[in-house]
């Protein structure tokens, strides 16, 4: 186990926990999109580190496109706007575009982001979750194709999922102390 960072509650996935996630998530991905050169798009800043790891595991060729998008800021909860912080550099009409999401929360960030690609005219577009968040209703609904995990309706950190842009870098998905943030 690695050593708790200070600020960390408890674990909710471990290194190996996600390891064993994000594999799966290549698998399918590999047997949905085989043939179909799918634009892997990696919203920022989250999902800079799942993309990475999950990309690795799909065994079929795609290629890689980055949007920046933010809604918390440096607050604990969502400003209700999306901001677009940079735009695509591909064209996607025609593509099989998979948007890779490091976390599902009010949904607001997704169903944006899926409006105004599907305006585009992609071919499909499809939602990779890494993870989401169990709620009893969420604001706007969404059903990515492809879900990590769910996982409980707590301040959550690592593994890309930051506060104030802080803890990104944690190599586990960790429940933040209240006292961090109140
Ligand atoms: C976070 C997270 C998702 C989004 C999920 O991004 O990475 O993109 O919020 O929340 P929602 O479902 O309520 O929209 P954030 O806006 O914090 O920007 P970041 O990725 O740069 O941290
Ligand atoms: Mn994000
Ligand atoms: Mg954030």
Redesign the pocket.
């Known amino acids: 186990m690695v050593e708790l960072h200070p600020d960390i509650e408890k674990v909710v996935l471990s290194e190996d926990q996600i390891a064993e996630i994000v594999a799966g998530l290549g698998a399918q991905i590999t047997r949905d999109y085989a043939d179909k050169n799918p634009l892997v798009i990696c919203?920022?800043?989250?999902?800079?580190i799942v993309t990475a790891d999950l990309v690795r595991q799909i065994k079929t060729p795609i290629t890689m496109d980055f949007m920046?998008?933010?809604?918390?800021?440096d607050g604990t909860t969502?400003s209700g706007v999306?901001r677009i912080?940079k735009d695509l550099d591909t064209r996607i009409e025609g593509r099989h575009v998979i948007i890779v999401?490091?976390?599902?929360?009010?949904?607001?960030?997704?169903?944006?982001l899926i409006r105004l690609l599907k305006s585009r005219n992609p071919a499909s577009v499809a939602v990779a979750a890494f993870l989401v968040?169990d709620l009893e209703d969420?604001?706007?609904a969404?059903s990515p194709h492809y879900v990590g995990a769910h996982v409980p309706n707590e301040f959550l950190v690592g593994y890309?999922?930051?506060y104030a842009?802080r803890y990104?870098n944690l190599p586990y998905i960790g429940v933040l102390k209240p006292e961090c943030y109140l």
């Open positions: 919203v920022l800043k989250g999902a800079a920046a998008v933010s809604s918390y800021g969502s999306v912080l999401e490091d976390i599902l929360d009010s949904g607001l960030t997704l169903s944006y968040k969420r604001e706007s969404v890309g999922l930051d842009e990104r």
